[in-house]
T-cell receptor
Framework: EDQVTQSPEALRLQEGESSSLNCSYT??????LFWYRQDPGKGPEFLFT???AGEEKEKERLKATLTKKESFLHITAPKPEDSATYLC????????????FGTGTSLTVIP | ETGVTQTPRHLVMGMTNKKSLKCEQH?????MYWYKQSAKKPLELMFV???????ENNSVPSRFSPECPNSSHLFLHLHTLQPEDSALYLC??????????????FGPGTRLLVL
């Protein structure tokens, strides 16, 4: 069964303390792995799409990487404004029109 | 702010009311989606439209009725809802379902409270 598991569920970091969020997935024929940022009461904001193992993408303090089984979202020297919930989603060749989402990692960056 | 807008942003309704949620996308996309987001749960896909045609209905109760008059607009009509339907309802769009590389873009959501 296709699924997405994110860990940890919650993460508290001091400002400047780098860390990584994990997204493990099982899907047949990956057609895309997606990272979103969601602030409280708002819709998910698109960050990255990764399509094949070994691919990496960066945006400011964020870097997403992909293997055949998982993706990492690395946060370098985070700032309080990076506090949000980070969602991971996948689409597979046999998931039809479905994008499968994880439950997210809630990140809090303390000044 | 984003290419996908939703109205209203907040809605309180009684179980006997009828209301509608509206979504509009300005991205030139052809696929549109409704999701339900509840606390501590993954986003739940409700409906998918591609070129105005419904392609997915994920066993959603009939008290939720979608409408897609064109590729830019999507509605969710609500009637006789239950308190457990209280959630954040998100609209999303993507280029089209046949695209090899497909990314969804979300609206800000409608926070619904059913009393």
């Amino acid at each position: 069964e296709d699924q997405v598991t994110q860990s940890p569920e919650a993460l508290r970091l001091q400002e400047g303390e780098s860390s990584s969020l994990n997204c493990s997935y099982t899907v047949s024929g990956l057609r895309g792995l997606f990272w979103y940022r969601q602030d409280p009461g708002k819709g998910p904001e698109f960050l990255f799409t990764l399509y094949s193992a070994g691919e990496e993408k960066e945006k400011e303090r964020l870097k997403a990487t992909l293997t055949k089984k998982e993706s990492f979202l690395h946060i370098t020297a985070p700032k309080p404004e990076d506090s949000a919930t980070y969602l991971c989603a996948v689409r597979g060749s046999n998931t039809g029109n479905q994008f499968y989402f994880g439950t997210g990692t809630s990140l809090t960056v303390i000044p | 702010e984003t290419g996908v807008t939703q109205t209203p942003r907040h809605l309180v309704m009684g179980m006997t009311n009828k209301k509608s949620l509206k979504c509009e996308q300005h991205l030139g996309h052809n696929a549109m989606y409704w999701y339900k987001q509840s606390a501590k749960k993954p986003l739940e896909l409700m409906f998918v439209y591609n070129f105005k045609e419904q392609t997915e209905n994920n066993s959603v109760p009939s008290r939720f009725s979608p409408e897609c008059p064109n590729s830019s607009h999507l509605f969710l009509h609500l009637h006789t809802l239950q308190p457990e339907d209280s959630a954040l309802y998100l609209c999303a769009s993507s280029q089209d379902l046949g695209a090899v590389q497909e990314t969804q873009y979300f609206g800000p959501g409608t926070r619904l409270l059913v009393l």
